[in-house]
């Protein structure tokens, strides 16, 4: 290259990005150590008490004919029919694919927790076919969850046999639930 074409370069460049000013960084204040210690030490608490309401060992009376389905006790036994027929649009999507049902656990208590705290009234969880383990064992773990109002297999929509719609009680579900019909 010559010295000639070196100059036009750099000319051309020169003209292109003329009247650009130069970005101010803001300066942002990390916090210390002890507040992220703090911060995690909160957060495994607080997943502990979320995964806290799951148990292998108990086992709710669930229907073994049809697709898996349950409503609590004093919900309305309609939402179960409004499930199926996929009157409900997830909210909130939980893929547990791949997951030990250690972090299963974990995972779901943190969806519902993410529910209550966002007010998401209805989630899905995809659990999948695979083994039929985390099949098996996922509605018996939302059974057992107090905040849980009803769950239904979901529409092939929504996924089918492998994946749950779950209804999550909010402090206003009732009203919610007006609101739908």
């Not at 996929?86 to 927790?113: N, S, Y």
């Amino acid at each position: 290259m010559t010295n000639k074409n070196k100059n036009d370069d750099f000319s051309l460049f020169s003209a292109e990005f003329s009247g650009i000013k130069k970005l101010q960084q803001d300066t942002i204040k990390l916090p210390t150590k002890n507040m992220k210690k703090k911060e995690v030490i909160k957060q495994k608490r607080e997943e502990s008490l979320e995964a806290n309401h799951f148990s292998d060992a108990f086992e709710p009376h669930l229907p073994e004919e049809g697709p898996v389905r349950y409503c609590r006790e004093d919900a309305d036994k309609y939402l179960v029919k409004q499930i199926r027929r996929g009157d409900f649009a997830p909210e909130i999507i939980l893929d547990m694919h791949g997951l030990t049902q250690e972090e299963a656990k974990r995972e779901l208590g943190a969806l519902i927790a993410c529910c209550k705290k966002e007010g998401l009234y209805c989630c899905s969880v995809l659990h999948g076919v695979g083994k039929h383990i985390l099949k098996k064992q996922v509605p018996l773990w939302l059974a057992q969850h107090p905040d849980i109002l009803a769950f239904h297999q979901a529409p092939l929509e929504f996924g089918g046999h492998g994946a749950l719609l779950v209804l999550v009680e909010l402090e206003d579900w009732q009203m919610k639930q007006e609101y739908e019909k």
